[in-house]
């Protein structure tokens, strides 16, 4: 049996997220969020993720809670045939208020926590 | 026909292309010419994978993922974007599809995008390992570079000189100047000044010299001739340095008595007019008023010629025949050399005109019609050559 190790839990989930990215010659891309925590984001793009850089996430869960443009960090990158896989972290720049709006968007959402 | 991707939308021409791209992997492919179209089909024979062109109206495409929730489940859609932007997609992805293409399609970001929707979804119709086509840009630069190097290269040979000996038809040489391709060459006999051009051409039979204007001069014969980009200067056998308009008979702009009883060179250094005493073994530098602003004494004694080339100003003197240069170093000047021309001019033979062009020292010769030229750097090797071997001993 595996315990959940995390402080925060993480929810697996299936949701298009827009993506704008600081640098490189590609100026916005489109992925899919495959599990997301108040903390940050796991998500797939064919688009080139590079650890360190800062991208902006939109993205829209099905209760109708929108997030637009959250500052984030990409942390870590694997890529896997035409596709980056990329764990990325909320910047400082999401307050406290939106971290709870996700949280409970969360509950509504019905992700499965993963373990 | 269950591992067949459904081709929705697209023009004749694309379709034959996606169908090329998947039958390369040996997909099949079914094209239909709408969604409406698609969604009567997909019940009788769920597809893989959809794969439609981005509809007018995004209704379709949630009509689409109904459908496909209703009678296919396991069947994913790609939806190709004409004029991709992020919200059209992130709105086409929330319409069902599980990827949005760019367009003009490429066959990489198919297959790749193919392979994971369709592997997400529970199925997988493309096994093997999609790999990254290998970039063209490389292969272009390397292909422009090599296009630049061969036009250097056949530019480079077309630049060449004409040839290693030139005949002048004169035996009164009496002053040479290479000026670029240019050749200066006075006839202190005929009082004339010769500028010829050295033709540019693959072999050295087309680079001759062709005679591009021939200058009587009125007053004076020259012994020394230099041309430079503020007029013609020559000094004459007696011994006045001159400026000439480039008028018929070459009328003289201003005339001063050289300095020294036996000038023996005449050049130009891009800013200054040089001349060289042959008794007195000085050099002088003038300014644009012919004033003399320097003197420097020759490292080699009774200088017998003097030019302008690669950055230098070359002093030849004959007895014994060597060359050394005059290098500007910062404020002031170097003396570099001598190196030695023994063996290169017969004894008898006196050297009576020097100039420095296409890297090659030219000497016209006493009593001789045609002038004879030397690699510079087979020289200047030569000294270095005998200077290591000195230092062996």
Redesign the interface.
């Given at each position: 049996m595996q315990i959940e190790k995390r402080k925060i839990p993480r929810f697996t989930t299936s949701v298009?997220?827009?993506?704008?990215f600081s640098k490189g010659n590609e100026k916005?891309?489109?992925g899919?969020i495959l599990n997301l925590s108040p903390e940050g984001i796991l998500l797939?793009t064919?688009f080139r993720l590079k650890v360190a850089h800062v991208i902006y996430v939109?993205?829209?869960l099905k209760d109708g809670a929108k997030f637009d443009n959250l500052r984030a960090r990409v942390i870590r990158v694997k890529y896997e045939?035409?596709?980056f896989l990329g764990a990325v972290a909320f910047d400082d720049i999401v307050d406290k208020q939106t971290l709870g709006d996700v949280i409970s968007a969360l509950a509504y959402e019905g992700g499965i926590r993963v373990s | 026909m269950a591992t067949r991707v459904l081709l929705v939308g697209f023009d004749k021409t694309e379709n034959e292309n996606i169908k090329k791209i998947y039958g390369a992997v040996q997909v099949a492919t079914e094209s239909l010419a709408s969604i409406e179209s698609a969604m009567e089909r997909i019940p009788t024979d769920p597809p893989a994978l959809v794969l439609a062109e981005e509809p007018a109206s995004l209704d379709s495409l949630k009509a689409l993922d109904l459908c496909l929730k209703a009678h296919a489940p396991s069947t994913a859609v790609l939806v190709t974007l004409k004029s991709p932007s992020l919200n059209r997609a992130v709105d086409a992805m929330r319409l069902g599809a599980y990827d949005c293409l760019k367009k003009p399609l490429q066959r990489f970001d198919l297959l790749v995008a193919t392979k994971r929707a369709t592997s997400s979804y529970g199925r997988s119709i493309i096994v093997p390992k999609i790999v990254l086509p290998k970039r063209r840009l490389p292969q272009i630069i390397l292909v422009f570079v090599c296009l630049v190097a061969m036009s250097l290269g056949i530019w480079k040979l077309v630049d060449r000189s004409p040839s290693t000996t030139l005949s002048l038809d004169s035996k009164y040489l009496s002053g040479i100047q290479w000026e670029k391709r240019s050749l200066w060459v006075g006839d202190w006999f005929n009082a004339t000044v010769t500028q010829f051009r050295a033709k540019r051409g693959l072999t050295k039979k087309s680079r001759r010299l062709i005679t591009e204007g021939l200058y009587r001069m009125k007053e004076g014969q020259p012994i020394l001739v230099c041309h430079t980009p503020e007029g013609l200067f020559t000094v004459g056998t007696d011994l006045q340095l001159r400026s000439h308009k480039w008028d018929v008979g070459l009328p003289q702009l201003q005339t001063i008595k050289i300095p020294g009883t036996n000038p023996t060179g005449l050049a130009w250094d891009g800013n200054s007019l040089w001349s060289v005493d042959g008794h007195s073994g000085f050099l002088y530098r003038y300014d644009r008023f012919l004033r003399v602003l320097q003197t420097e004494r020759s490292l080699i004694p009774r200088p017998e010629g003097l030019a302008w080339g690669e950055g230098s100003l070359w002093v030849l003197g004959s007895r014994p025949l060597q060359i050394a240069r005059l290098e500007k170093v910062d404020q002031g000047y170097v003396w570099r050399g001598p190196y030695s021309l023994l063996d290169w001019i017969p004894l008898e033979k006196k050297p009576t005109g020097m100039a420095i062009g296409f890297g090659r020292l030219w000497l016209g010769l006493d009593g001789d019609s045609q002038i004879v030229s030397k690699s510079l750097s087979s020289i200047i090797k030569a000294k270095s050559a005998w200077k290591r071997a000195e230092k062996k001993e």
């Open positions: 298009p997220v827009g993506l704008r916005e891309g489109w899919r797939e064919r939109s993205f829209a045939e035409g596709y | -």
